[in-house]
């Protein structure tokens, strides 16, 4: 039987060197207590529902006393998985004023929303990263408005002279006798641009 290739599996343990960004992001210490304390509440509370309202704001301060503590940025996703419940679960809450975690979840969703403004505004978080979460968790748009104003009075104007001279080869129209060849009132100010001449044959 043919052996296939052998590959030298390295931990990186003891070299940091060859890490890169994304495994020393999550080799710190202060990483690895702050993803371990949410995959343990996953373990221990995960629900289809949340608890009674005084556990949800009792778990809610503690999970912002977690960010504190390991020096991360709170979000509310994170906070809905150390409740034990999902996003969607938790969007249901903070959408239904009549709740009874309406206040305490939506307060905390501001908190952290806060947070990472502030970290963005403080050249700490990146405006994308900012912009992103803002946008998918904290309800804000990027929109763009449009004004629509009437016209100048120049605009205006030209309107009004341009109804004028509709009007005045309208009459010329009907005292000339030609109406019964070309209708006067099929002419609008739609298709009309200016007249400055009209010529009659006889």
């Known amino acids: 039987m043919a052996k296939g290739r052998e590959y030298e599996i390295n931990t990186y343990e003891n070299n940091t060197d060859l890490l890169g960004p994304s495994e020393k992001f999550l080799s710190q210490e202060q990483v690895k207590e702050y993803n371990n304390a949410l995959l343990t509440a996953i373990k221990t509370r995960h629900s289809l529902r949340l608890g009674e309202p005084e556990y949800v704001r009792k778990m809610t301060y503690e999970y912002f006393d977690l960010c504190k503590k390991t020096n991360q940025l709170p979000s509310i996703k ?9 996003f969607d679960t938790l969007k ?31 050249n700490k978080v990146n405006p994308a990263t900012y912009m992103f979460t803002a946008a998918n968790y904290y309800g804000m748009k990027n929109t763009q408005s449009v004004e629509i104003n009437r016209g100048t009075s120049e605009t205006e104007k ?18 000339t006798g030609v109406e019964d060849k070309i209708n006067a009132d099929a002419i609008d100010a739609d298709s009309f641009v200016k007249v400055s001449e009209v010529v009659v044959d006889e």
Request: aromatic share 6%.
């Open 158 to 175: 030209a309107l009004a002279q341009s109804e004028e001279s509709l009007n005045a080869l309208k009459k010329l129209i009907s005292n």
């Open 78 to 86: 994170a906070l809905g998985l150390y409740l034990g419940v999902t």
């Open 92 to 122: 249901k809450y903070l959408t239904d004023p009549t709740s009874p975690y309406f206040n305490a979840l939506s307060l905390a969703r501001d908190m952290c929303h806060v947070v990472i403004e502030n970290g963005a505004m403080n």
